[in-house]
Structures are given as C-alpha cells and as structure tokens.
C-alpha cells in the first residue's frame, strides 16, 4: 500500500473580481510509496505549491474542496480537525519552502525554533532539545554550527537560512518532505549544496520526498517517479527516467525541448512551446487543457479525455501519445 494517496482531487479558488470559482486543482490523482522520491514539475501557475500545501490542509482561506481526498496511513487529511493535522505537521509531514525568510519566525533564534519543533511533538526532553538541535545543525553541514544557534534569520545568508529550515523540516524524522521549489530563491553556488543534502534524505533517514520544481534537470537527477502538471492537471506520471527518456504527453515533450543544451560549446537554440499557461477557468473541464498550444493535435483532442495507464505505473491525459516521436 502506498504511504500517501490524493485521489480524484479538485480545489477551486474563489475570484471576488470574477465573482466565480476556478478550479486550480481538477480531477489530481498521485500516489507516494514508502522511501521514494517524487518531482512535480509544470511552469508557474499550473497547480503545483497548491497541491502539495493541500498535502498538510494549508489551503488558501478562497479555497473550497470540490471532491476528493489525501490518504495518510488511512486518514483523509482533508477530513482533520486544525488540531489532528497540526499533529502532522512537521512530525509525520513537514515541508521545506522556496523561501526560508519568509517561512522562519524573524524574531525566534534559530536555537528557539527548532528547539520549539522538537518540544511540540514531544521529540525529546527539554533537556536535552539543545544539543539535539546543535546536531541537526551539523547534519545540515552548517559551519560553526554554535554560532548559527543564537542567530535570527536575518543575520544569516539565503543558503544558510534554507539549512536551517531543512534542519526543522527533518527534525523529527517525518515519514513525507515536502520540498517546494527549495534552491529557487539561492543563487547556483548554493543550490548544489541543498540538493545535495536533500538527495540524502532518502538514505540517511529513510523518508520519502515530493519534490516540486520548474527545473527538470533537478527533478531527473533527484526522483524516481515524476508527474507533469499543467493547468492544475496532471498530464503525465511514470517513472521519472521513463518519462524524461521518452515522453508521451506533447507538453513534457515540450517542457524537455525547452531545456537549454550545450552543443559544442555553443549555447543550442532553445525552441520552447508557443503560447502561454490558460488562466485555469478559460477552458472546459474535461477537455485538454494544452490543446491550444499543441503542435501535434487532431480532430480527436475536442472530445473529453482523462488520465490513462498506459503501461506499467505510465499514465498520461493524451490521444495522440508520443505522436511527436
Ligand atoms: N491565494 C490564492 N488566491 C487566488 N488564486 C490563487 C491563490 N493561490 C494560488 N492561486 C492560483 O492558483 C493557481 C495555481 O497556483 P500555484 O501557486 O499552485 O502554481 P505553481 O505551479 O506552484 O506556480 P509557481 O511555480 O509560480 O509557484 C494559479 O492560477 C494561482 O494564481
């Protein structure tokens, strides 16, 4: 059995200018098993941070379920009080976010805030949480990790801050890490270092991982098992390799044409996808929502489709797969 299921999700967003609901989530089935590592990619605005917030019922207060449910060793997450899922959080499931300024308390050291996770979750005795919070510091391969304890995050640089939050993220060794966007915000030095720490989760504390990222060069070198979301859908899921190797789907094909190459020493012309992302409520629910910026459409793509398994653990939203190969 798998350790997280989100079966026929749909969420809508409350417009007050539209004065109507737009459903930024529809029809999301994805399943996470035990130890692996799972990337969502799609370009901005399809869905992605909504989905995994959705994961820890941090829904925006606009937001209404319009079905569906997120299945937690058999607990609906959506169905617990603020008080069960507080629970959840940070203990069983935590999340790293793209920005750690925005995500760590300003006035808490750092010493306070981790202390305060372990403490909330009855991790250890308050005794001992301080030392227990100076090795998390030197697990997340934070230099003077004793200086660090006793600063606030603004005295502390982009990288350094997005450690501490995955030394809060892991320190109660969660089943689930929510990863969303987490070197987006770090210059390209940086973000090396943080993926390489992340990549350590899977054999250091044997958790499993949703990796969200507009970048698929990280999400291929990071996962197992990957899918593609585009306009609050996911167009595409399988094993990360299978997919980025040969996609089906004309938009992760797209999404991989749009990837920067170095051709001998020259910078390749990157052909990317015409158009742009639809705003989510412009299109018919059960239609292809990439249909007006596919290349490769027919007659067949009005008609209403949904996600199919296509081969072993391979599903994709398209009648015409891989007609582009
Ligand atoms: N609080 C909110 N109020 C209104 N609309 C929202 C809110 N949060 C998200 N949306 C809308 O929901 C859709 C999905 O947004 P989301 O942030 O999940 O996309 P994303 O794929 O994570 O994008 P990005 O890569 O830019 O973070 C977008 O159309 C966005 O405008």
New binding site residues.
Partial sequence: MSLLEVKNLSLG?Y?EKKKRWSK?LNNVNFSLNQNEFLGIV?E????????VNSILKLM?K?SKLFSGSILFKDKDILKLSEKQIREIRGKDISIIFQDPMSSLHPLLTVKDQIVEMLLAHGICKKSEAVEIALDLLKVVKIDQPELVLNKYPFMLSGGIRQRVMIAIAISCNPEIIIAD?PTTALDVTVQKGILDLIKNFKKKLNSSLILVS?DLGVVWENTDRIAV?YC?RIVESGRTKDVLKKPLHPYTFGLLSSMPKRVTNKLEIVKGIKGSIL??DEFPDNICPFLPRCDFSTKKCSEPLSLELVDNDRFVACFNKGVFK
Avoid at 44 to 51: P, V, W
């Fill in positions: 967003i417009s930024v799609g901005s605005g399809s869905g992605k941070t909504i989905l925006p606009n966007e507009h979301m609050g705003s989510l």
